[in-house]
């Protein structure tokens, strides 16, 4: 670790506790000291290591000096980890923006409670923010173009909010006369769980008239660029999209080249040149000959490896597992015989018992287990014991109505902080399955609390807590508690939510690698959302996972007794 890296560290958590609004004295405190390193010409990271007392330095007190030394043999600032989870993902953008520093973001939120750029956006352009003392207009200015430029670099999309506008505009495009093929290649087509922008390709008889219709998309709000080969537009929403004119005869190296991931293409063009061959978005070359380029399959096949579905290129290894024939083969929706996690109005679901069962008997599922909050949850209106006794009274009855289904009988029972569960041992005995899941307290030791909770739960639901684009993982040691889960098959959640998607691929990828096994769920809190299981098979299908890594594609019997052997 760099002597800048360490500074950095400290002047970031002085910026968040400024915007906390802590005591100036102890910022100032980080502030000197993230000065004084950035300045020396000792190696920090060497004068701990040797156990050097760092309050021999002048301006550097005891509780800094621990803290570095916790900064450089963690690699991590714990105090800084819990400020990103305390304050707003907005204000910590906003700090990046030229001219406004944490003095002045906290001005704004103490002011109008603005927490995202939007919202900031909005305050500047109605005159609001020049009330604010030291406001003038070109500060306002620069503020407009910073949160213009952030959008453009910063904000990912959730794929599952593009997957509409993304459709709708690949019909438009294939509605245009002479249009033969348009392909979204890039992010989306990986299925990341978020993309910054669409890449889309078509093969066009004339481009620059598809151009001039591409940029008559009413969604369209900006044309930043239309050329004669390419051309970009902004969306309503922010949402940019590339569009590219592509030749047949290239087609399959430009659909690869634009799929990527970037780091897929580098390792491809490594592994081209050990061959002797060149390998570049119209083709592959050996010497000027071109041998490969109509289709993706060919151009993986003339570098000697599989076909690599397009989920799993992201230099994971997909590459290596392509050249030993080793490749998954990944699980698809249809595998899916049914669901192990919703909600219904019981707690804090939108939609009753038997609504949730008919939708899924609808969508063809062979079970479904409701799985409604436990107690403590006071504000998912969780279940005490004597209503939790009601409802599965009422599950009863249902399944009697609805023999075409099998109804499972279960809990989304918390985790409390101790890792303990929110119900007794009594009350578990009276369900089928066991979901347990973390929904407050995110600090202190998880991996403790969670290896606890394994002893007596089926399902851990949505293991690291996350939010896209706003809560962080949790903290944990995964690889102890996927152990721990496959020695006591306890089986890992892919939440299908599209914020959620957690477990993540990395460690989807890992955990399968360990020898756990996984459930694909919808953790559905409407009829509507028990379609968000296609979200869970995209990233299941990023962790590598195939069907028989997953107990929701075992049928109902099967899955009867998969439960019953790991009791
Ligand atoms: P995104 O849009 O941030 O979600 O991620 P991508 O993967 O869609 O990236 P994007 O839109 O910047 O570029 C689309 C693809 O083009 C990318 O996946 C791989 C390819 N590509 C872009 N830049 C480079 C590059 O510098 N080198 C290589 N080898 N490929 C690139
Ligand atoms: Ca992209
Ligand atoms: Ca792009
Ligand atoms: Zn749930």
């Known amino acids: 670790m760099t002597n800048q890296e360490i500074s950095k560290i400290l002047s970031q958590t002085a910026d968040m506790l400024e915007i906390k609004g802590e005591n100036p004295f102890k910022i100032r405190a980080y502030r000197n000291v993230a000065k004084i390193i950035e300045n020396s010409s000792k190696d920090f990271e060497k004068l701990v290591k040797d156990g050097f007392d760092l309050t021999k330095i002048p301006g550097i007190g005891k509780d800094l000096s621990e803290y570095i030394k916790e900064i450089v043999l963690t690699k991590k600032f714990s105090k800084l980890e819990e400020l990103k989870k ?83 505009l690949k019909e438009y495009l294939l509605d245009f006369p002479g249009v033969e093929i348009v392909e979204i290649a890039g992010s989306y087509r990986r299925k990341k769980e978020t993309v910054g922008d669409l890449d889309i390709l078509v093969i066009a008889k004339d481009y620059p008239k598809v151009s001039e219709y591409f940029v008559k998309f009413k969604r369209v709000k900006e044309i930043y660029s239309a050329g004669l080969t390419r051309s970009t537009v902004f969306l309503d929403n922010g949402l940019q999209v590339d569009l590219r004119a592509v030749s047949k005869e290239s087609y399959g190296a430009t659909l690869h080249y634009f799929t990527g991931s970037k780091a897929h293409n580098i390792e491809i063009r490594k592994l081209a040149l050990l061959k002797g ?64 996690h919703v909600h219904t109005n019981a707690s804090d679901g939108r939609d009753d018992i038997e609504n949730m069962v008919k939708r899924a008997i609808e969508l063809k599922r062979e079970y479904i287990a409701i799985t409604d909050h436990s107690y403590s949850l ?8 004597e209503r939790l006794f009601k409802h599965l009274e009422k599950i009863d009855e249902i399944q009697k109505k609805y023999p075409e289904i099998k109804i499972i009988k279960g809990a989304e029972v918390d985790i409390l902080e101790d890792g303990s569960l929110d119900y007794d041992d009594e009350t578990l005995e009276m369900l089928d399955i066991v979901i347990g899941s973390i929904h407050t307290k995110f600090s202190g030791d998880q991996t403790k ?100 890594d997953v107990i929701n594609a075992l049928s109902y019997k099967e899955l009867i007794s998969f439960f019953k052997d790991s009791k």
């Not at 006071?378 to 014991?385: E, I, P, R, S």
């Open 378 to 385: 006071k504000v998912a209106n969780g279940l005490d014991k």
């Open 277 to 340: 061959l060149k390998v570049n978005e119209y083709g592959v070359y050996r010497g000027d000959e071109k041998i490969a380029g109509k289709s993706e399959e060919e151009v993986y096949k003339v570098l000697g490896l599989d076909y690599i579905e397009p989920e799993l290129r992201e230099n994971r290894g997909e590459i290596e597992a392509a050249i030993n024939h080793t490749l998954p083969k990944l699980i698809e929706l249809k595998d899916l015989k049914g669901d192990l």
């Open 86 to 168: 305390e304050i707003p993902v907005g204000l910590l953008e906003m700090l990046s923006i030229e001219g406004l520093g944490p003095k002045r973001v906290k001005q704004i939120y103490d002011a109008f409670g603005v927490t995202s750029l939007e919202e900031l956006k909005k305050y500047a352009e109605s005159g609001e923010l020049d009330k604010l003392p030291g406001f003038g207009p070109k500060l306002i200015e620069k503020i407009l173009k910073g949160v213009k430029q952030l959008k453009k670099a910063g904000i990912r999309f959730l794929w599952a909010d593009v997957e509409e506008i993304a459709k709708e």
């Open 449 to 548: 609390r969670i290896l606890k909770a394994l002893e007596k739960i089926d399902i851990l639901g949505h293991p690291t807590n996350r939010i896209i684009n706003k809560r962080s993982e949790i903290e944990a040691n995964w690889e102890e508690i996927f152990y721990k889960a496959k020695e006591l098959n306890v089986v890992l959640e892919i939440n299908s939510h599209p914020k959620r998607l957690d477990l993540t691929d990395i460690l989807a990828k890992k955990a399968k690698e360990i020898g756990c096994k996984f459930s694909i769920n919808s953790d559905a809190h409407s009829t509507k959302a028990l379609e968000y299981l296609k979200y869970g098979v995209n990233q299941a299908r990023r962790g590598w996972l195939e069907k028989k």
